[in-house]
């Protein structure tokens, strides 16, 4: 046995997630994806989401059980996303994981969703470790955090306005890409021209903060004018285009967080770090300045149950007793703070 069996759940959004892990061994890992679902909304709308949770949840737990081997009674803990994320999802996945953690008689531990994305490096890899500067960036949040050790982070800047994936969904939108508009802006422009349309880099001047917007009106304002005197490209050079003007604020302020702490391990998570393109980029440079880098396979970047029980594996070594029973979702929940 190489650690206890932690079963991790996550819902804070559109994916429901349920893993079951020993130590950081993924013994079973299922997801059911909401996506057709928001489809046709464009996005993700956080009523339909909950139900969707509700429905999912209790065969999803029974399946990653399942495909564990394992009896629900050999579990030594209950690990569950309370927080940050839409209050209705959370609640699904939260009030479940406490009647798991009660009707066992294991303890219970509310998992910040954005230390997990922290953590899921380490279920692909051995020799991540802090010191290390992460990039989270996904559909909600865009951080680059100092991860001075386990449980201490300093997050070093954020967006100011729309997250990456943000900008990538509504991106996608507007040039009838479908959603999610990440994966589809990644397709698109695999066949396309990074150089066609010079797009702006934000907020050059604040080395660690993010702000998408004024690349989201520039693309707006271009697409609408080159349409209207005829001189549009074609559209996989606009998607590249876009696509490298995203990846080139990442990686500079990632790698400027790199160079300002000292750190020789490079981490990244979130849904955003499953961009082809941006994979290819951060290897580059970490390639270039030595350091090491740890961004795992594309559907541990995006939410998932795995990452959320990897935490409560450290907790339970740590000998950490589950939390209260009574507690409650935390929708604002925010790391470091
Ligand atoms: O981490 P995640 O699964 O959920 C949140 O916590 O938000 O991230 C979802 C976001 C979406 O905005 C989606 O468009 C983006 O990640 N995404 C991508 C790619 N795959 C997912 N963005 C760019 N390229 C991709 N290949
Ligand atoms: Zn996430």
Redesign the pocket.
């Known amino acids: 046995m190489s650690g206890p069996l932690v079963l991790g759940i996550e819902t804070?959004?559109?994916?429901t997630g349920v893993a079951v892990l020993e130590g950081m061994d993924v013994r079973s890992s299922v997801l059911a994806s909401q996506v057709e679902l928001h489809e046709r909304f464009g996005g993700v709308v956080p009523e339909v989401a909950a139900r969707a949770h509700v429905e999912a949840i209790r065969p999803l737990a029974h399946r990653a059980i399942t495909q564990a081997g394992i009896h629900p009674d050999d579990l030594d803990a209950i690990a569950v996303t309370k927080g940050p994320?839409l209050i209705g999802p959370l609640m699904v996945g939260y009030a479940f994981g406490k009647s798991l953690a009660y009707s066992l008689g294991r303890p219970l531990f509310g998992i910040d969703?954005m230390e997990g994305?922290l953590y899921a490096p380490r279920l692909s890899f051995d020799g991540y470790e802090p010191p290390a500067v992460v990039i989270l960036?996904?559909?909600?949040?865009s951080q680059i955090v100092h991860m001075r050790s386990w449980g201490d982070y300093a997050v070093l800047g954020g967006t100011i306005d729309d997250?990456?994936?943000?900008a990538?969904?509504k991106l996608?939108r507007f040039m009838g890409l479908g959603?999610?508009?990440?994966?589809?802006?990644?397709?698109d422009a695999r066949e396309g021209d990074p150089k066609a349309v010079a797009f702006p880099r934000a907020l050059r001047n604040r080395p660690y903060d993010f702000s998408f917007s004024g690349l989201k009106t520039s693309v707006i304002t271009y697409l609408e004018k080159a349409k209207a005197d005829g001189s549009l490209p074609p559209r996989a050079d606009v998607s590249a285009s876009i696509?490298e003007a995203?990846v080139d604020v990442i990686v500079d302020k990632t790698f400027a967080a790199v160079e300002a702490t000292g750190v020789e391990i490079v981490g990244g998570?979130?849904?955003?770090?499953?961009?082809?393109?941006?994979r290819e980029r951060m290897a580059e440079e970490a390639d270039r300045r030595g350091v090491g880098l740890f961004v795992p396979e594309?559907d541990l970047?995006?939410?998932n149950g795995a990452m959320i029980a990897s935490v409560g594996v450290d907790r339970v070594m740590a000998g950490i007793p589950g939390d209260r029973l009574d507690g409650d979702v935390e929708p604002g929940l925010r790391l470091g703070a």
């Open positions: 804070s959004c559109d994916e994320g969703h994305h960036a996904s559909g909600g949040h997250a990456a994936g943000e990538f969904d996608a959603f999610p508009g990440g994966p589809a802006i990644d397709r696509q995203i998570g979130g849904g955003v770090l499953a961009n082809t393109r941006l594309p970047c995006t939410d």
